[in-house]
């Protein structure tokens, strides 16, 4: 395993310096991991097999209410479920035969063809935090994001070689008015980056946006040959108004992506106590019936066309009912879910480096590794808030960013598995050194030091001595350096001036023909 | 799941506050983990059955050095091994055929019978911080440990509710003389706990003074009636010298603590790339042929006699050479080194807090998370160092050892697995609920809150703004409180006054009969 920022070894002036600094980013990356690792059970065949027919009951005796969305009222009444009202019941196992269409996993193309993941099946995907309306750093703590901080976390994206996907609502820019900020979101993705992103769901009307643009931005290349389909060029979050209720934004979204034929990432989000039961079987019953009818909606509007069952769950706090992180309760419920996942042969969503701590302190960073270490032996394939996450979300951190990127990195290390040849069995290495002896100057060990071990960019494993001599910086003072140095070096990759020139052309058109609003 | 700190409920004064104190403590307790949940396993029976393989090709090709130790050499020429010089080496399949009369399980008696514990099977006992020099608090920084910070951790443990174990050398008195130290620390254990503990072995007779004082502490039930041997009553910690070699000092605690059926863990201490190949496998390999000849050297002196097989596994640093802790390698390895135990039907020992941060920062949260889970995950069932770790072992800090304390208490809830009941599948709430409306207030929250969640005494899961008008405490700002209170909060478990004296009179005399010395 190599070590952090490939783009730290460039040059900084010229173009020869700079497209030097471009191949070897790309060099040092993995598009995504393919494990080599068992998956995590924590329950039994009985105990999914319950869920799985609890479900069902759900779906059947209570059903899901369709808010504000006649057309989906009409498209499941169409498909012979029991429509009353928006109240909307489905026959046991209806959803779960509509689901069957939807791939194992799917390609999501990135516009560097070397970048593109596959989504599903053995494959894990890391993608930055979502969503944050704060940032906060160690120089100006906390405060409102703006769309340079969405630019920054781009960037910082980009040049992690440990995270595959660049993510969406990297953090709110709160300074570009609500019905027009997703603009120069999705065109941060696209200038910024050549990984795989996100589209807006916030509105129908920003959800097309996101599609014309992905259609400029791939051109001719947005058409399938193969199957005259749009290529899959998204993956966008649909959550569901748990419990039981999918509204008219969240639809409006989904069914613009679905008819484009690009993926929606299907998130029950639950904070069990208050959207669900406080049990874990109680959690996952709730979102596995809200998931099946997101899915099974996609299914209905185009089959065929990509979806990943999400599971975002938290347990609260006794005492303040806030929801609380890095707790055992989650931790199950995300195995179970991910084996419910892998039954119904969808992709799975769930996890990340969650936590409810207001500073990357010590609580941060336990909290996060006990969802993140979760989310890879469960076996998550796509893992949203790898990096940044603080304070349940409302904020995105800087020096957080590099933390869990660099824990990332070590996941890489953990998925890869276990070398049982030869060279991993070591046998000549122990004949040759013996009792007593050292083994760090043997042939084994020089043949195989640079790539034995994970090497963490930003743990410190000095002597305190020499860690005090170097003035006794702690983790998130030695992040905030990173993060400054990795912007100062950030390359951005090649576009097309011709196709950057429409893009910018096709969103001030847009922007426009319509009035600022914050709605 | 309960909260933190049971002592303090008590009140300050009075005897009967004290003894109140004393039973509220008990009840919280429980005295040990029986897990509910499955094992993770990294490694195929293929790549197991190749360690096993290739252990024994070690053990019977290269052999192993038992360094000045004429009685071990002895033992095993008689036990029909090949002794040449002090290289011994071991007919295929001896040592394990003699490790099968070993114990699966073996309760390891306390003075206080409710804190007994089983350890072995499903079962797992956390146990604090072992054998660091130097001590850290958020006051006083770092320096040398003593006798005074040594009661203070036997105290802190024995507040907690998440610990089971008393540990060792919880820190090293450095104050005291070498060759007298072991004295007061095994006092400590005996007096300001009545948890298990662990015994002496930096000399045979410091070994042999830790039984001579279990022999006054138990009285007439030192003796098991049954066996008409020693009841198991300490466990005591005996580390290889590795690569594939065995001293006298530590065969000579060995051979003291099972004679006196007195349990013996068993741990090869390997830094990858130093004592053993930098593969899994390799140091898999030379783990488990040093544990085995370990294990059954106790079994040749007392057949029957508990063991339990130990790995400490660590990466180095590239950089460096220094040991590196949380990362993904010795993690694998330690999956592994459960599942050889399992398969060869003995406890096993692994794990901890570990990490090489010098101050409870992100990196030292990251790195013990990355490492406990595994821990409890892969079926450890005797975890030393559980809470307090720093430095790689060399610093044990107060407020890390609430941090990892309360850590440990998670776990529990982890361990104790998932609900399958018609209580825990909530299907009568989510009936009463319904779509759209939430859960807090139902039948089945009300009567299930209380126990739901794992309750953490050091997370904050407040919002930002009441985070802040608390004072923008980081958690090793509120763990730094916390240690405080419990000690100050802390009543001595009741000891028979004349035991005491007898503990006292015996130490005196002992200590009077030899001069201090250094070494």
Redesign the interface.
């Known amino acids: 395993m190599n070590d952090q920022a490939p783009s730290g070894r460039a040059g900084r002036g010229g173009r020869d310096a700079k497209r030097a600094a471009r191949l070897a980013a790309a060099a040092a990356h993995i598009p995504f991991i393919t494990r080599n690792?068992?998956y995590?059970?924590?329950?039994?065949e009985?105990?999914l097999a319950?869920i799985e027919h609890?479900a069902d009951?759900?779906l059947e005796?209570?059903?899901?209410?369709f808010k504000d969305d006649a057309e989906a009222l009409q498209i499941w009444k169409d498909a012979g479920a029991d429509v009353q009202g928006e109240?909307v019941r489905f026959p046991r196992g209806l959803c779960r035969s509509l689901v069957a269409t939807a791939p194992r996993e799917y390609t999501q193309h990135a516009r560097n063809p070397s970048r593109s993941v596959v989504i599903g099946g053995k494959n894990t995907v890391f993608a930055p935090n979502y969503g944050s309306p704060?940032v906060r750093d160690l120089d100006g703590g906390?405060r409102y994001g703006t769309i340079e901080d969405f630019r920054n976390f781009v960037k910082l994206t980009y040049a992690s070689p440990w995270l595959h996907h660049s993510g969406g609502t990297v953090c709110e820019p709160v300074d570009l008015p609500v019905n027009k900020r997703h603009f120069e979101m999705v065109y941060a993705h696209m200038r910024y980056s050549d990984k795989p992103f996100m589209g807006s769901v916030t509105h129908p009307e920003r959800a097309q946006d996101t599609v014309d643009m992905c259609r400029i931005l791939f051109g001719d290349d947005f058409i399938d040959p193969m199957t005259g389909k749009p290529k899959t060029v998204t993956t966008s979050l649909i959550n569901a108004?748990s419990?039981?209720?999918w509204d008219a934004t969240m639809l409006g979204a989904l069914k613009v992506y679905a008819r484009n034929n690009q993926a929606c990432l299907i998130t029950p989000f639950i904070l069990?106590?208050?959207?669900?039961?406080?049990?874990?079987?109680?959690t996952c019953?709730?979102t596995l019936a809200e998931a099946l009818v997101g899915m099974a909606t996609v299914q209905l509007i185009n089959p065929g066309c990509p979806v990943i069952m999400g599971s975002f769950a938290s347990?609260?706090?006794?005492q303040?009912?806030?929801?609380?992180f890095?707790?055992?309760?989650p931790?199950?419920v995300l195995y179970?879910m991910a084996a419910l996942a892998r039954r119904l042969g969808v992709p799975f969503r769930s996890g990340g480096g969650l936590c409810?701590?207001?500073?990357?302190?010590?609580?941060?960073?336990?909290?996060?590794?006990?969802t993140m270490?979760?989310t890879c032996?469960g076996g998550v394939n796509f893992v949203l808030h790898t990096s940044g996450w603080l304070?349940?979300g409302?904020?995105v951190s800087y020096e957080?960013f590099m933390?869990d990127c660099d824990?990332a990195g070590?996941?890489h290390?953990?998925l890869a598995?276990?070398?049982?040849s030869e060279?991993?069995?070591?046998?000549d290495?122990?004949?040759e050194?013996?009792?007593?002896?050292?083994?760090?100057g043997?042939a084994?060990?020089q043949a195989?030091?640079?790539t034995?071990?994970?090497?963490?960019s930003?743990?410190?494993?000095?002597?305190?001595e020499q860690?005090?001599a170097e003035g006794?910086l702690?983790?998130?003072a030695r992040a905030n350096a990173q993060w400054k140095k990795v912007l100062a070096d950030y390359v951005a990759p090649e576009i097309d001036p011709g196709v950057d020139e429409a893009l910018r052309e096709y969103m001030d058109r847009r922007r426009a023909s319509f009035p600022d609003s914050n709605v």
Chains 1, 2 share one sequence.
């Open positions: 690792i068992p995590y059970e924590v329950l039994s009985e105990g319950l609890n009951t759900v005796e209570i059903g899901i209410d109240r704060f906390r108004n419990p039981l209720t069990a106590g208050a959207m669900a039961p406080v049990t874990q079987l109680g019953t709730v347990s609260i706090s006794m303040s009912g806030a929801p609380t890095g707790t055992p309760e931790a199950q179970i409810a701590s207001k500073v990357p302190d010590a609580q941060a960073a336990y909290e996060s590794a006990n270490l979760p032996l304070e349940g409302l904020t957080k933390m824990q070590s996941f290390a953990l598995g276990v070398d049982i060279n991993g069995q070591a046998m290495a122990i004949r050194v013996g009792p007593g002896k050292h083994f760090l043997c084994h060990t195989n030091f640079e034995a071990f994970f090497r963490s930003l743990a410190d494993n000095n002597s305190a860690w005090e006794s702690d983790m998130v």
